[in-house]
């Protein structure tokens, strides 16, 4: 495992993270609460991580409708472990459609619930889930500013921005002197790049770090979507594959019979080459993977070392333009 500084945080992270998103659920979807990996399951995971060196695990207060939290929390009970704690805040625990936001009261309460079902005091890496049309970003890096102050969270993120709110949010603390986002952790992979476009380059400006998820991409690129076979039955695609519905398309299985054979002439799964693919821009810090089982963390660790150029990154991309 290899460790990067995560922007101007001070921290060091694994360069693999672990996603808890499916522990009790699939990610923040109420009519799947109680999906997804049981209890016993998710601890197999977790100390399967721990023992490869992943030093922080990735939740949300709302993932699996806190069930996640609370499997992280009783998993960290009565034992002594350095992983950093990363959760999230903006969505409903309980899937109440009206229970949402950014607002400086709904923060400080989730963050009291986060840290009860995490079982600590002070959360290493907080992030602001969703952004927040109806809470003006100021009341919001007020809120997290004065949780930063008390000593009640360690550094501050943010996920799921476009490049226009990533920067008035920068310019907002700046402009009060307020805490600021230290990184952002947003969707990217092969087949996902909007990011491109504004968010890694304003974070190499900025010098914030860079924790994308979804490096599979919901499974596509992980080789077992075909275009002459249903999606499998426990895949994302077949559990919640609303987000991925544009893909399915012969655009898409062309580039990706073309990348399974340039992992094969590899020697590698075409997992770990999507994942080291990702791994290989200059501005990630670690990437955030969700195993099903302990064993899919294999996959992850050979990515590692896996060293891409960037001609080889481009030839990979263009497998599927």
């Given amino acids: 495992m290899e460790y990067r500084r995560l922007g101007g945080t001070g921290l060091e992270l694994s360069s693999i993270g672990l996603g808890c998103g499916n522990f009790g659920g699939i990610g923040s979807a109420p009519e799947l609460f109680g999906r997804g990996e049981n209890e016993a399951e998710a601890f197999a995971i977790m100390d399967r991580a721990e023992s490869e060196g992943i030093n922080f695990f ?34 409903s625990v309980t899937g109440d459609p009206a229970d949402r936001g950014l607002s400086r009261e709904r923060i400080l309460r989730e963050l009291e619930g986060s840290s009860s079902r995490l079982g600590t005091d002070r959360v290493d890496m907080y992030l602001t889930h969703e952004p927040d049309a109806e809470t003006p970003i100021e009341e919001t890096l007020r809120a997290l500013d004065e949780l930063i102050r008390a000593g009640k969270v360690g550094a501050i993120g943010v ?28 969707e990217y992979s092969l087949l996902r790049r909007a990011s491109e476009r504004e968010v890694l380059p304003l974070c190499a400006q ?48 062309r580039g990706l019979d073309l990348f399974r054979a340039a992992a094969a002439e590899r020697g590698v799964e075409p997992a770990a080459l999507a994942i080291a693919w990702v791994l290989s821009h200059p501005q990630v810090t670690a990437v955030i993977v969700g195993p099903r089982r302990p064993e899919q963390l294999e996959t992850a660790f050979a990515a590692v070392d896996l060293q891409l150029s960037e001609q080889e990154r481009d030839e990979l991309a263009g497998l599927f333009t």
């Fill in 58 to 91: 990735d939740t949300a207060a709302s993932y699996g409708g806190g069930r996640s939290e609370s499997w992280i929390g009783e998993w960290r009970s009565g034992r002594r472990t350095a992983v950093l704690l990363s959760t999230k805040v903006y969505w």
């Fill in 159 to 186: 996920s799921n921005v476009d490049g226009e709110q990533l920067s008035e949010a920068l310019e907002t603390s700046a402009r009060h002197e307020l805490a600021s986002f230290g990184w952002v952790q947003n």
């Fill in 206 to 253: 900025e010098g914030l770090g860079f924790t994308p998820f979804s490096p599979l991409c919901g499974g596509w690129l992980s080789g077992k979507y075909y275009r002459s076979q249903p999606f499998p039955d426990d895949s994302r695609m077949a559990l919640r594959g609303e987000p991925y519905s544009d893909l399915v398309n012969e655009k898409t299985f």
